[in-house]
């Protein structure tokens, strides 16, 4: 069976502005996420910087589809 990773950017030029966008998910959720390895968080701290980003990106696609730009930002 082939060894394949799923975490692979499905729009590859999107991955400076991902980053960016996990580094203001963490800082705002208070996780201290350094650039290179974070080993020494714990998966309940990296799993909300996943989940909160996830959260966020929907509530962004929701307001486009619903037309609303309130509070929108471009990522």
């Given at each position: 069976m082939a060894n394949?990773?799923?975490n692979t950017a499905a729009v590859p030029e999107a991955k400076g502005a991902l980053d960016r966008?996990?580094?203001?998910?963490?800082?705002e959720l208070g996780v201290p996420l350094t650039d290179g390895y974070?080993?020494?968080?714990?998966?309940?701290?990296n799993g909300s910087?996943?989940?909160y980003m996830v959260k966020k990106m929907i509530e962004q696609q929701e307001r486009q589809m619903s037309g609303g730009t309130s509070g929108s930002s471009q990522y």
């Open positions: 394949r990773s799923s966008f996990k580094f203001e998910v963490a800082n974070n080993g020494n968080l714990t998966s309940k701290q910087v996943g989940g």
